[in-house]
């Protein structure tokens, strides 16, 4: 996605240890044009695919799923990273693993919200390692749901989560990928040919 | 806002404790017609006052914030409450009391997405004692921004922490005001009228 791959060039800042931020319109400030551009792309590449709700995490992924989700015409669920009183105790859980913060999380989803046979698209901000996509599939396998695809803003190609996922038959679309980072700048790829369907 | 008392009437559930439990349509599972219903009545509600920027807080606000952006065509910045690697390090910062959670914890925004004389609407989903509202105020103060107003989902009023809010001069609109909660069912009520402007 052009517009996405020009702002993270313009605005995106790459810091040591290959960490992209762009919290200057996605993840802290949102560019609310930028996000419905994003929400509508995923449509466009999802489309023909059937899409009862869409999955995400808490934070950063709630503004992408609920903008995503009005083209989609489908509610939002969101995974809790945390727990709280007036959550359900009747929950879908597992464990995640966040290279970003340095410790493992508990997602948790309450069980009403996931109906058994109800197809997910997932979608997300990041995708590296693959850690949360790879929680939410096993709370959507608990739960039996179908997983639709997986939309992922930007994957950071070269940790390899995403070509992991592509291999095990998930269709997983990244509207940018970043190959490389080459002395402080973003070089975008492809998910890899062979993986592709 | 009658679609939301309804709303809450139909599928709203009552906790011990005066808990008021939405996550089946606003901050777990989303319903997208409903949130954007409630984008539209804030921006009706705060029409002719001048808007530069929605500030809000993790996580349920966020999903208000960017729909209600929309309508309003402008940028949302959302509060952090969890330390990250990838947040700068040059943040303003306050503690806010969670009395769902037992506990302080600390909001933190980027001073690079506050700028001194921008006029800020802060939005979310639930005020009660208006703890968390405060702590965004307080920011705002530390960056010199203008207070707009205030647009809350959800006031539970018999906390009063809005009327609190409304009494230092602040334009605080909330789209359904719980006046007590009896045997169980939700009444609801308006903001104290001594207090409003």
Redesign the interface.
Known sequence: MELLKNRMIKDGDV?PGN?I?V??FLN?????DL??AIGKEFKSRFEGVRIDKILTI???G??IA??A??YF??????A???E?????KDTYESDVYSY???KTYTIR??K??LNEGENILIVDDFLAKGKAARGLIDILDMAKCNLSGIGIVIEKGFQKGGDEIRSIGVKLESLAIVESIDDGNIVFGEASPSRRD
């Not at 015409?73 to 969101?78: A, G, L, M, S, T």
């Not at 709280?84 to 359900?88: A, E, F, G, I």
Request: net charge positive; hydrophobic share 40%.
């Open positions: 810091k960490v931020k919290d200057s802290h400030q949102i560019d609310i996000l419905n808490e934070a950063s709630i503004a609920v903008i989700a009005q015409n489908v509610p939002v669920v969101f809790k990273k945390t709280s009183k007036n959550l359900d970003t913060k340095g989803v309450s009403k919200y």
